[in-house]
């Protein structure tokens, strides 16, 4: 059973930067990809970002694309999302997911997830 505990949250002001980090207990993290998801009012959580567990390969939404970037470190079983030039729309919880298999976009495919983690981004 896969654990997965978000942090690095907090508050900053538009442009500026943020680090989440996933980490994970509980498995072999190197084998399971991860997903970024944000949650979103009136629907199911939006996804962000995601990682293979074989190459590092990653897929991001379009409105992240330049300043967020996501890469894994198997041996600390910790995923990070570093996020830049951060914008008030940014704001919102965000969870990380785990899946064995490839990554996805979808977030009824991750079997495993974190608690969550609040960014609030002021203008």
């Known amino acids: 059973q896969v654990q997965l505990v978000e942090s690095g949250g907090g508050v900053v002001q538009a442009g500026g930067s943020l680090r989440l980090s996933c980490a994970a207990s509980?498995?072999?993290?190197?084998?399971?990809?991860v997903g970024w998801f944000r949650r979103v009012p009136g629907k199911e959580r939006e996804f962000v970002a995601a990682?293979?567990?074989?190459?590092?390969?990653?897929y991001y939404v379009d409105s992240v694309k330049g300043r967020f970037t996501l890469f894994r470190d198997n041996a600390k079983n910790t995923v990070y999302l570093q996020m830049n030039s951060l914008k008030p729309e940014d704001t919102t919880v965000y969870y990380c997911?785990?899946?064995?298999?490839?990554?996805?976009?979808?977030?009824?495919?991750?079997?495993?997830w974190g608690q969550g983690t609040q960014v609030t981004v002021s203008s």
């Open positions: 990682i293979s567990w074989t190459i590092g390969t990653t």
């Open positions: 997911a785990a899946k064995k298999g490839g990554a996805a976009m979808v977030t009824t495919l991750y079997n495993y």
């Open positions: 509980g498995g072999t993290f190197s084998c399971y990809a």
